[in-house]
């Protein structure tokens, strides 16, 4: 295990999936991630790459190939190699390897980089074309928080604050592809309370959410973590039947549509990069 540390928190990861398993305030000792209960999820915090989300029969075409690919990509079941590590910082890196090219005809280097700075925690996703034509990919992060209960505090008294939604509208999942079906939640004062039965049809996934900051909190006290993201379209929220956790799931792609046609170029959300080029996204979380 690999860990950053400064005077307000310790992050701790692992370099199989350059993975984020541990977030610790060093006034409290509290962890503010999931515990990776097996019985519930036996995952932290993992990246989602090449793909976010299933595909139809988990198949995919391009190029006149038909490829399989599981939910949510080969990304966070891979070692990475750590290229970067001083007191602040850690750069986890995986390229393509001839494994990955029978399943993923492309060359790439994809970096995630986690930098501390003060009781915040940043996590950059930045995917290189090292390929000489374009290629596509989607890309996600999928933390999952402990949401601590006690005798006195249970999960239906925590809530997500939203910045910027008073209506928020989800897809359903079907099959793990995504419905056409939505359903809407009115917000009060942008707060949805977490009841565990929101997620036991799966997932909430939003292609229309305004908001670029969501904050867990509680009505017993004041703690809270925030959690800020910027520039992905498309965000999940989910947690496993009956577990004490949420994620909190930022996206660039989404998971196939139920009638998608499994056409790799014209899949909704897939990102095109051209070849040299380099594409990040960053997301955050501070505890307080």
């Known amino acids: 295990m690999i860990k950053l540390e400064n005077e307000f928190i310790r992050a701790v990861f692992s370099p199989k999936g350059a993975e984020l398993q541990q977030l610790i305030s060093l006034e409290t000792n509290e962890n503010y991630l999931w515990n990776g209960d097996a019985k519930f999820w036996g995952k932290f915090s993992p990246v989602l ?19 399989k ?14 290229e970067l590590e001083n007191k602040d910082e850690l750069l986890f890196v995986l390229s393509d390897s001839p494994e ?9 280097k994809l970096g995630i980089r986690y930098q501390l700075k003060d009781s915040s925690l940043i996590c950059t ?38 910045n910027n939604d008073e209506v928020i509208t989800y897809h359903e999942i079907e099959n793990d592809l995504i419905s ?7 917000l009060t004062e942008g707060k949805l309370h977490l009841d565990h039965e929101l997620f036991y049809n799966d997932a909430l996934v939003f292609k229309t959410l305004k908001s670029d900051a969501i904050s867990i909190r509680n009505t017993k006290n ?35 549509v139920v009638g998608q046609d499994q ?9 095109k990069l051209a070849s040299n080029a380099r594409f990040t996204r960053s997301w955050n979380v501070t505890i307080s």
């Not at 690919?69 to 750590?82: I, M, P, Q, T």
């Not at 170029?265 to 897939?270: D, F, Q, S, T, V």
């Open 49 to 67: 790459f090449p793909i976010v989300g299933g595909l139809k029969d988990n198949t995919y075409h391009y190029d006149n190939q038909e490829y």
């Open 69 to 82: 690919l599981s939910r949510h990509g080969f990304a966070r079941d891979k070692e990475f190699n750590l």
């Open 100 to 108: 990955t090219l029978s399943i993923y005809p492309f060359k790439f």
């Open 125 to 162: 996703y930045e995917i290189s074309n090292t390929d000489s034509k374009e290629i596509f990919f989607s890309i996600g992060g999928h933390p999952a928080f402990a949401i601590k209960t006690t005798t006195e505090l249970t999960y239906s008294d925590y809530y997500l604050q939203f």
């Open 180 to 186: 056409d079906h939505t359903n809407s939640l009115d």
């Open 222 to 256: 004041s703690n809270k973590l925030e959690f800020k993201f910027t520039d992905f379209p498309y965000f999940g929220i989910w947690a496993a039947k009956d577990a004490d956790f949420v994620c909190l799931e930022p996206w660039c792609g989404i998971a196939d």
């Open 263 to 271: 056409n790799l170029e014209r899949k909704e959300g897939i990102v």
